[in-house]
């Protein structure tokens, strides 16, 4: 008889690493799976599942539109459309001038924000992209042709071409955004990457250049938006204004939804037939985005973002681990930098503990939970969190025994604030496990618990 690894291994494309689990229901910030262990999930789908596990808002209105209407094409407008492309526009603050496209994913929102970009031509003079290395933005071709992630892009070549990826730094825009630049694509946060913040003004110049130079300035929102960092979008903390926003993910609650938001001029660029989706957009979708906006909107659950991730960061410091290197990231999208490359083997022991937390390369946790997260969860994270670091401190003291070779004084990893998840996983400090999860990840960007994002 097989059992579900069996089927895994004999029915699904290998595109992702071993699953962790076999989940079978959710409730709330936690999880289930066919053995009837239960799991604090800290990950939430990857940024996705906003409200947690089967809320009843969001249950309660894909019944409601699903005896409704399901699926009419963009040949016809629906209800459930036009409110949520009113909301968003409201909730970014694009004024009247501002419009919404919709599509099925963050990797489709990212494909129209390229092909917008490629709109802005100055009669020819402008045929550069420029996005930023080591950045995430999904898997399709354009997509990918503007991650800055080479691993990711070589085995796919040739991709889209005009793109260049820079630094980040303020000089790097300095050096580069000229008249020759069609737009500059960026993430507010490196999710992906560890959950990386720019530096200081990062924002600001960036806006303060592509005015200067007629350029867009497209931000990926879509790890970020939806409440996730403690306000609606990150872009919003810098005080600035983009010319267009790539959303998804929390904006569904865990129903594929896509979009670009665009704000004044750039509303104006794409025209009849340049650009379209069968599904995108379809009521059913954009009524559970209304159901799930509305009830963030509601529970004021960007305020608890925000509170929930500075008390969640303070927790993490509070462990005084030297393995602790630094906290990074705003509300409740978190990263863990690590002293050693010891990230997926406190994954594992996270799992084994009951508590589903993200390893997107050998030095960065990513923390993502639900944004109903309260006091019980923060308290269960912490117990089962620390019985995970207890492990791999273990572990780790175990190798560093004076049986073993001496500690030469050389880095372990790549600094904290600049993980290079292209590289090749150094060997990791692995506690001993079920074998049900003791299967490391195979892809630093495989979607199951045991690894990071693919659905972008």
Not at 5 to 18: A, I, L, N, Q
Not at 157 to 168: I, S
Not at 183 to 190: C, G, S
Not at 241 to 267: E, L, Y
Request: charged residues 20%.
């Amino acid at each position: 008889m097989s059992t579900w690894r069996d089927d895994v291994e004999r029915d699904m494309m290998r595109t992702f690493g071993p699953p962790a689990a076999f989940l079978v229901k959710g409730e709330g910030c936690s999880v289930w799976d066919s053995e009837g262990n239960r799991y604090l999930d800290f990950l939430a789908g990857i940024a996705v599942n906003s409200l947690g596990h089967a809320h009843p808002v969001l249950v309660e209105a894909a019944a409601r539109q699903a005896a409704t209407l399901v699926h009419v094409s963009n040949l016809f407008s629906t209800p459930p459309q036009l409110e949520l492309a009113s909301r968003l526009k409201r909730l970014a603050g694009t004024g009247e001038a501002g419009r919404a496209y919709f599509c099925n994913s963050g990797a489709e929102a990212n494909e129209a924000a390229f092909k917008l970009a490629r709109l802005n031509q100055a009669g020819g003079k402008r045929t550069r992209v420029l996005t930023l290395e080591n950045s995430f933005h999904g898997r399709t071709m354009g997509a990918l042709a503007l991650t800055g992630k080479p691993a990711m892009r070589a085995p796919f070549e040739p991709l889209p071409g005009g793109v260049e990826y820079l630094e980040t730094t303020i000089q790097a825009l300095e050096d580069n955004i000229d008249d020759t630049v069609q737009a500059l694509l960026l993430e507010p946060i490196k999710g992906e990457s560890g959950v990386i913040d720019p530096p200081e003004g990062y924002l600001k110049r960036a806006r303060e250049l592509t005015e200067q130079h007629g350029v867009l300035l497209i931000i990926d929102e879509i790890q970020t938006g939806a409440g996730r960092t403690g306000t609606w979008f990150a872009f919003q903390q810098a005080d600035i204004v983009p010319d267009a926003i790539t959303v998804a993910k929390g904006i569904g609650g865990g129903i594929p939804i896509g979009a670009i938001v665009t704000f004044g001029w750039a509303s104006d660029l794409f025209s009849q037939g340049q650009h379209g989706s069968t599904f995108g957009g379809n009521p059913f979708a954009t009524a559970i985005a209304n159901a799930v906006l509305g009830e963030i909107e509601r529970a004021d659950l960007v305020g608890n973002a925000q509170r929930r991730g500075a008390e969640l960061r303070d927790l993490i410091r509070s462990f005084e681990s030297p393995l602790i290197e630094e906290v990074r990231g705003r509300g409740l999208l978190v990263g863990i930098g690590l002293s050693q490359p010891i990230a997926p083997a406190l994954q594992q022991a996270a799992l084994a503990h009951g508590l589903i937390i993200n390893a997107p390369n050998p030095t960065s946790i990513r923390l993502a939970p639900p944004l109903i997260v309260g006091d019980a969860e923060l308290a269960e994270f912490r117990e089962k969190f620390g019985r995970a670091l207890e492990d791999v401190s273990d572990a780790a003291a175990a190798v560093d025994a004076p049986a073993h070779a001496p500690h030469d004084g050389a880095a372990v990893s790549a600094p904290a604030s600049a993980p290079a998840p292209e590289a090749e996983p150094e060997p990791v400090l692995t506690p001993a496990l079920p074998p049900a999860i003791a299967e490391p990840d195979s892809d630093s960007d495989s979607a199951s618990a045991s690894a990071p994002n693919a659905s972008v």
